[in-house]
């Protein structure tokens, strides 16, 4: 069965450090790989999108990496501030077998960044 | 504001009740997906329109559960007789494009709540 798997577990890091999260997948072959950031109550909102034939992607203090051998992507954010705290959501973008492309989330993981 | 709007933000209902939401995508977009979100968990895809085609429907979805999208334009989410567990958030995102999804915008949610 098709699984993406985000650390459901809350990830609590000291600011100014560097928190990365990990997004690993079964069973799909996305042509993107995307980011995305959710506040409590509110919609998610893009952050980083990165195409199967690409290795690493960088927006500011974002880093994005896929591994599509290890079917994996890491999410880095470097010099993390309180204000990064939120739930990041990874989501795969792939032909499905009606013939379009379907978006599937993950779980998301809960960051904190502790002052 | 030109972002993805949803109507309305909270509804409260009693079981049985029929339930509508409206979303208004992003005008020159041509994808709209419905997604629902429990708590603690990821955006579920519900289902998918092309233009005015709606190309795909979860399995997830019972018959109380129709959606439209009438001219290519707004879209409506409709459930009747809800039941309790149907209170989540409803999620409404719009792209563009002809080949991958590639970034969704997100509107803010409609949360239901079923008594």
């Known amino acids: 069965s098709q699984k993406i798997e985000q650390n459901s577990e809350a990830l609590n890091i000291q600011e100014g450090k560097t928190a990365t999260l990990t997004c690993n997948y079964t069973?799909?072959?996305?042509?993107?790989l995307q980011w995305y950031r959710q506040d409590p109550g509110r919609g998610p909102v893009f952050l980083l999108l990165?195409?199967?034939?690409?290795k690493e992607k960088r927006k500011e203090r974002l880093k994005v990496t896929f591994d599509t051998t290890l079917k994996q992507s890491l999410f880095h954010i470097t010099a993390s501030q309180p204000a990064d705290s939120a739930t990041y959501l990874c989501a795969l973008d792939q032909m499905n077998s009606g013939g379009y492309q379907k978006v599937t989330f993950g779980i998301g993981t809960k960051l904190q960044v502790i002052p | 504001d030109t972002g993805v709007s949803q109507d309305p933000r909270h509804k409260i209902t009693k079981r049985g009740q029929n339930v509508t939401f409206r979303c208004d995508p992003i005008s020159e977009h041509n994808r709209l997906y419905w997604y629902r979100q429990t708590l603690g968990q990821g955006p579920e895809f519900l289902t998918y329109f092309q233009n005015e085609a709606q190309l795909e429907k979860s399995r997830l979805l019972s018959d109380r559960f129709s959606a439209e999208r009438p001219k290519g334009s707004f879209s409506t989410l409709e459930i009747q007789r809800t039941e309790q567990g149907d209170s989540a958030m409803y999620l409404c995102?719009?792209?563009?494009?002809?080949?991958?999804?590639?970034?969704?915008?997100f509107g803010e949610g409609s949360r239901l709540t079923v008594l």
């Open positions: 990165i195409r199967e034939n690409e």
């Open positions: 069973n799909y072959s996305p042509a993107y």
């Open positions: 995102a719009s792209s563009l494009g002809g080949g991958p999804a590639g970034e969704l915008f």
